[in-house]
């Protein structure tokens, strides 16, 4: 047992030499109750941490980083002979969601707000078969009138050239945000519902945290920080756009987002589709006189019993990810592994004499879900392990609107090897600057949490390998969130995140998120990803100490205190 021990003790020691990758390779050693230790081994440090010599205790605890976390499974593939061999490194995300080849020139990537907005336009007005959308909140002005003017146009075009129209339209919003006001993103909606029942679905998620007293004495406004439907996807038949905006004018004019579209993608279209449905099947659905109610059968997000209404919520979100999966695992036998019987010549005969068939895929899509009230954490999962295994000399530009990550991500920064350029909002351009009341004070907690971060960094001399970006542009807000990965010795990025999360408190335990993993080898594609983060890092700055001595950057007193109480609702 003694001898047991001391093994465990010295490998424990090997492990901070050789640095993080190396600690969770061996973190196996621990017994199986590694979760408790690790969570008394992070309580241990947070109090070893506090006093005068605060700091340097804490910089040894950050070798621990990807121990003391959630633990990531450390999951491989198994190699396919006919799939490019630097696709490798991360095909172990299809161990845990559907992976989807597709060919690089089905992705666009857009750049501006307009150029989104005049997409969904053209997209709304040529669906033949499904529209969804699934938003934060649909906004109440001019520009998102013509967004409901073009379904309205579009549901009756169809019904007037078929008689009785194959087009449905289905629209997934948040209850507390699109509730919000007198005229509000259900009230935009109601006309369809009372024009075209039988067509347009209106589903309103309310998270299952918001119950009891705590839905009675919470404010309007104020009930949105408990839990969101925060997953933002706009499909059209078999073209799905994938981006962090919302449907409000803002985003369509001067609120900085990312936006890419994947075209003619009908198993991604399905997919989301299929997600959408999903959260839908246990949202409140918007009825024609502006009440709303639950599907038959469904148990009730506030008012029935939480943990059974998360356990069907989880099955009905996970029953969605897993069938896909088993449907791209059984494509991708039959489509690539067709040679072991014998049959890759005949395949081959056949598409010469069809005149050959659907491009090579030279990109593969990822969706990443994470649902923390369900107890789906895929995304999170993906993340820490992307950041973990991320070499030395790579480099992740990383880009959140706002900069509140998690302490895992923190630690894994500051922790890790990589390089990072990390994109956040400057003071004026926050979407909640100039905002009253006590929202007025959140771009200050946001320079406050800046602020410890980046003296974290200095502290262990890491300015050169993490450095902070303030996005500043006159008369625009920045809401861009994602990250591209670069490979050590590569000038073009591999992969990319894209989608809602903003890698903050919020993203990983309150809200619905999904995003995806975009993995390419194209070099044209590449290029396209490198041209977008070179577009957005041009409009910024680099942080530094005197960055904080500005008078935009004071912080007030009750600000600083009131911060760690509440930065996990923002």
């Known amino acids: 047992m003694a001898a047991s021990g001391s093994g465990r003790r010295a490998g424990l020691m090997a492990a901070a030499a050789g640095g993080a990758a190396l600690w969770r390779r061996l973190s196996a050693w621990l017994p199986r109750g590694r979760l408790g230790l690790a969570a008394l081994l992070g309580r241990l440090s947070d109090r070893l941490s506090r006093g005068r010599d605060r700091r340097a205790r804490r910089s040894s605890w950050l070798l621990l980083a990807p121990l003391l976390t959630p633990p990531v499974p450390v999951i491989t593939a198994p190699p396919c002979s006919l799939c490019p061999e630097g696709a490798h490194r991360f ?194 659905q918007l009825q024609q006189d502006d009440t709303v109610q639950m599907m038959e059968g469904m148990v009730h997000p506030y008012q029935g019993d939480k943990m059974a209404y998360c356990e069907i919520a989880n099955r009905r979100v996970m029953e969605v990810i897993n069938c896909a999966r088993t449907r791209q695992e059984l494509l991708h036998a039959k489509t690539f592994h067709s040679s072991q019987e014998g049959s890759s010549l005949l395949s081959q005969q056949g598409s010469q004499a069809s005149g050959g068939l659907k491009p090579e895929p030279d990109t593969w899509i990822y969706p990443l879900i994470q649902m923390k009230p369900f107890g789906i954490q895929i995304d999170e999962m993906v993340t820490e392990t992307l950041l973990t295994e991320a070499e030395r000399d790579a480099r992740i530009y990383l880009t959140t609107g706002y900069f509140n990550l998690t302490q895992a991500y923190m630690d894994l920064i500051l922790g890790t090897r990589a390089e990072y350029r990390i994109l956040l909002a400057s003071p004026e351009v926050n979407g909640f600057f100039g905002a009253k009341g006590v929202a007025g004070a959140i771009p200050a907690a946001y320079v406050y ?99 904080f001595e500005q008078p935009n950057r004071y912080v007030k007193l009750w600000v600083k205190l009131v911060t760690p109480l509440i930065k996990n609702f923002f």
Request: charged content about 20%; proline content about 3%.
């Open 91 to 284: 095909q172990w995300i299809g161990n845990l969601v559907p992976e989807f080849g597709i060919s690089s020139s089905h992705v666009k990537v857009l750049s501006s707000p307009a150029e989104f907005y005049e997409l969904l336009k053209v997209q709304i007005k040529t669906a033949e078969q499904r529209v969804v959308m699934a938003s934060l909140y649909l906004g109440t002005g001019l520009l998102e009138q013509e967004l409901v003017d073009c379904l309205e146009e579009t549901l009756e075009k169809s019904l007037q050239t078929k008689g009785s129209s194959n087009l449905r339209v289905s629209i997934l919003l948040d209850y507390t945000r699109g509730s919000r006001g007198r005229k509000n993103s259900r009230t935009m909606l109601i006309p369809l519902l009372q024009r075209f029942p039988e067509q347009v679905r209106v589903s309103l998620f309310h998270t299952p945290n918001l119950r009891g007293l705590l839905r009675l004495l919470i404010p309007e406004r104020f009930n949105e920080t408990i839990g969101l439907q925060h997953i933002k996807v706009y499909l059209f038949d078999d073209n799905v756009i994938l981006s962090g905006a919302n449907l409000s004018d803002l985003y369509f004019t001067n609120r900085q987002d990312r936006y890419v579209l994947l075209q003619d993608s009908p198993e991604i279209a399905d997919f989301f589709t299929e997600l959408v449905d999903a959260i839908g099947d246990v949202s409140l």
């Open 449 to 547: 949490i800046e602020h410890q971060f980046y003296s974290e960094v200095c502290y262990l001399h890491q300015q050169e390998r993490v450095q902070l970006q303030e996005y500043s542009r006159a008369g625009w807000t920045f809401h861009a969130k994602g990250l591209w990965l670069y490979l050590a010795g590569s000038d073009l990025p591999c992969l990319t995140l894209i989608g809602s999360p903003n890698f903050g408190y919020r993203s990983v335990h309150r809200d619905l998120e999904a995003q995806v993993a975009i993995v390419t080898e194209n070099k044209a594609l590449q290029q396209q990803l490198h041209r977008e983060q070179e577009q957005l890092y041009l409009c910024s700055g680099v942080v530094s100490s005197s960055t």
